[in-house]
C-alpha cells in the first residue's frame, strides 16, 4: 500500500510568490497534519484537518492556510513568502486525530525562498 | 523555551561504540515517542513510553521513561551506520498534534 505522498519533492520560490503544496494521505486515513521543519530543528505544527474541518492551527502567521478536500487529500497555501519559510513541510495522516492513532509522515516536500 | 529539550544536539561515533541521547522537560507527560528521520524522508515512530519508569527494547535500542515522567533516554549499543540519522522525542497533544524536541542528529561512521 502506498504511503504518504507529497508533491512537489523540491520548490524554489522567490520572496513575495505564493505556493501550494499537496498530501495525499494513507488510503483510509481521514486525518491529515502539516508541519514546517527548518534544517536542524525539529518539525513544528502548523495545521490539523480532519473530516474537511481544521481542527487545531499552529503559532503560524495568516499568510499560511490550508484545507482538506473530499477525498481527505490536503493543500498547504503560504503567500508573500519570506526567506525564513525557506524549510521541509512534512505531511502526515492518521485514522482520526485521536491521540491513540499513530500519524505517518511523508517524505516532506523542501521548499527554497530565494 | 523549548517544551522539550534534547541533548546532545549532534553526535558523531564510531561503529560500534554505545551511546545515550536524552528527552528532558521540566513538564509531566503522559506519554513521549521517539522518532527517527532519515534524509530525504519524514521521521518514523521507533516507540512510545506511557508508564513512569518503562523500559522498552527495540533490537539494539533501548528507551526509558523516567520515574516522574519528565524526562527520557534512548540509548543505542554496538551502533552501526545504517543508525545514522535524527532521533526527535515528541509528545502527543490531546488534539494529536505533536510536539517535537529539536532533534540529535547522530553520525556512525564505519
Known amino acids: 500500500d502506498a504511503g504518504v505522498t507529497q508533491s512537489p519533492t523540491h520548490l524554489i520560490k522567490t520572496r513575495g510568490q505564493h505556493v501550494t503544496l499537496r498530501c495525499s494521505p494513507i488510503?483510509?486515513?481521514?486525518?491529515v497534519s502539516w508541519y514546517q521543519q527548518v534544517l536542524g530543528q525539529g518539525p513544528q505544527f502548523i495545521f490539523q484537518y480532519y473530516e474537511k474541518e481544521e481542527r487545531g492551527r499552529g503559532n503560524f502567521p495568516d499568510r499560511f492556510s490550508a484545507r482538506q478536500f473530499p477525498n481527505y487529500s490536503s493543500e498547504l497555501n503560504v503567500n508573500a513568502l519570506l526567506l525564513g519559510d525557506s524549510a521541509l513541510y512534512l505531511c502526515?495522516?492518521?485514522?482520526?486525530?485521536?491521540?491513540?492513532?499513530?500519524?505517518?509522515f511523508g517524505p516532506g516536500t523542501r521548499l527554497t525562498v530565494l | 523555551t523549548q517544551l522539550l529539550e534534547q541533548s546532545p544536539q549532534f553526535l558523531s561515533i564510531q561503529e560500534g561504540e554505545n551511546l545515550t541521547v536524552y528527552c528532558n522537560s521540566s513538564s509531566v507527560f503522559s506519554s513521549l515517542q521517539w522518532y527517527r528521520q532519515e534524509p530525504g524522508e519524514g521521521p518514523v515512530l521507533l516507540v512510545t513510553?506511557?508508564?513512569?519508569?518503562e523500559v522498552k527494547k527495540l533490537k539494539r535500542l533501548t528507551f526509558q521513561f523516567g520515574d516522574a515522567r519528565k524526562d527520557s533516554s534512548l540509548h543505542i549499543t554496538a551502533a552501526q551506520p545504517g543508525d545514522t540519522g535524527l532521533y526527535l522525542c515528541a509528545l502527543r497533544g490531546n488534539t494529536g498534534k505533536l510536539i517535537f524536541g529539536q532533534g540529535t542528529t547522530l553520525q556512525v561512521k564505519p
Open positions: 513510553v506511557v508508564t513512569g519508569g
Open positions: 502526515a495522516s492518521s485514522f482520526t486525530p485521536n491521540t491513540y492513532n499513530e500519524q505517518f
Open positions: 488510503s483510509g486515513h481521514k486525518s
